[in-house]
């Protein structure tokens, strides 16, 4: 069942999610894929595959995958994002990871469990509907 998958690394952790990505091509490029503005070209570029770009991070970007998943569009977010080195729009960041929660949205934030989410027959493989949350 083809899925929404978004895409988000901040650029200490960009060829990390680079070469996670190219090692799971045959699982992504079955889906849909959004990014971020930078990472989105990079993944464009190193997949040959069309990535939708919304606005870089720090321009919105996050913001605009939050609106995804508040409007029901998404149904996973790889977002390797920088525990190292504060990022300008940390707000945004902690929004985006934050409505991952308020929503139930399966979301990876390092290799190992993206490892696990996209091999995972639960998710992608079978007819697994989340839970969504009751306000
Ligand atoms: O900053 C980001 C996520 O918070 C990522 O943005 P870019 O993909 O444009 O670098």
Redesign the pocket.
């Known amino acids: 069942m083809t899925k929404t998958l978004a895409l988000?690394?901040?650029?200490h952790k960009?060829s990390e999610l680079i070469r996670w990505a190219i090692e799971h091509k045959a699982e992504l490029q079955k889906h849909r894929l959004v990014?971020?503005?930078?990472?989105?070209g990079l993944l464009q570029k190193a997949l040959t595959l069309e990535v939708k770009r919304f606005?870089?991070?720090?321009l919105g970007?996050?913001q605009q995958i939050g609106a995804l998943i508040a409007e029901g569009e998404l149904d996973c977010l790889i977002?390797f994002?920088d525990p190292l080195n504060p990022?300008p729009?940390d707000p945004?960041?902690k929004a985006?990871l934050r409505l991952c929660s308020v929503w139930n949205l399966p979301v990876a934030c390092n290799t190992a469990t993206a490892d696990m989410l996209i091999t995972s027959p639960l998710f992608f493989e079978g007819n697994y509907q989340r839970k969504m949350p009751e306000f």
Request: proline share 4%; net charge negative; no cysteine.
């Open positions: 988000v690394a901040h650029d960009k990014a971020t503005g930078t990472t989105g606005q870089s991070g720090p970007g996050d977002f994002w990022a729009h945004d960041v985006l």
